[in-house]
């Protein structure tokens, strides 16, 4: 469960491989036949590909795939430099294939500060911007950035698609599942976190809301869009007016 923004998963590399956003080590379990000696230590090569394989079979979302292009020995393990897409990262893997580390910390350098999202706090811990609302084709545009393999978006993801629906016509809905699309958006009003939420450029969040629940969200989620779209859903925003009356303008 999302606590708050400040407790998101960290996205470093793109939404299409949120799979790969906890940092520190993968234990997983040999796969094939791997005589002793060879389970003993692994050629950086044997390594590489083995903690490349893993990768595509299970952390890779989207159609992505990862690839190698070098692998060398430093510190005590090995570190490989592989490729998803246009992007490069590094990577590293113990010499026996059996720990992998997805992004290494150099602990002689000081840790680079996510800076926080501006705003004020309004309801269902979104934030308000100081931002004019932007539409499209005269509607107000809802962004919903996320991956199926992160476990907080798939809770988050049939919500909005459900609350998206019922204003249909009244907003454009931005539906960026394992989509780098409109990533200028995601940049400026994420800290790279995952799912973010963002209502007509007004209201914003990093984060689900399964603290509040699935009932409580929806309902969330309804009442900003209402004031998005000033109440023209009048059936539907009047079930939500205490919690309209509480956004923070």
């Known amino acids: ?20 956003l906890i940092a520190g080590a993968f234990v997983y379990v040999n796969q094939g036949k791997v005589s002793e000696k060879v389970s003993e230590g692994l050629s950086p090569q044997q390594a590489a590909e083995k903690a490349i394989n893993y990768i595509n079979q299970n ?21 490989f430099r592989l490729k998803i897409g246009e992007n490069e990262y590094d990577s590293y893997v113990t010499k026996n294939g059996k720990l992998l580390f997805i992004e290494g910390i150099d602990l002689e350098k000081p840790l680079k500060k996510v800076e926080k999202p501006k705003g004020e706090p309004t309801i269902g811990d979104f934030l308000v911007s100081e931002d004019e609302i932007c539409k499209e084709d005269g509607k107000p545009i809802v962004y919903f ?15 909005v698609e459900k609350v998206a629906k019922n204003f249909q016509g009244y907003i454009s809905f931005h ?21 973010t939420l963002v209502l007509g450029c007004k209201y914003y969040r990093v984060g689900s809301g399964e603290r509040a629940g699935e009932e ?11 004031k998005l ?3 023209k859903l009048v059936d539907i925003c009047n079930e939500v007016q205490d919690l309209i009356s509480q956004i923070h303008e």
């Open 175 to 195: 539906n960026n599942m394992d989509s780098q699309a409109d990533m200028d958006v995601f940049k400026k009003y994420s800290t790279g976190g995952i799912p």
């Open 229 to 231: 779209t000033e109440n």
């Open 59 to 79: 952390l890779l979302q989207g159609g992505a795939t990862a690839s190698l292009i070098n692998v060398i020995e430093e510190n005590g393990i090995y570190k």
């Open 145 to 159: 950035f996320g991956s199926k393999g992160c476990p907080h978006c798939r809770w988050e993801h049939p919500i």
């Open 1 to 20: 469960m999302v606590e708050n923004p400040s407790k998101n998963l960290i996205f470093p590399i793109a939404i299409v491989v949120a799979g790969l």
């Open 216 to 226: 409580m969200e929806s309902k969330i989620l309804t009442a900003l869009i209402c």
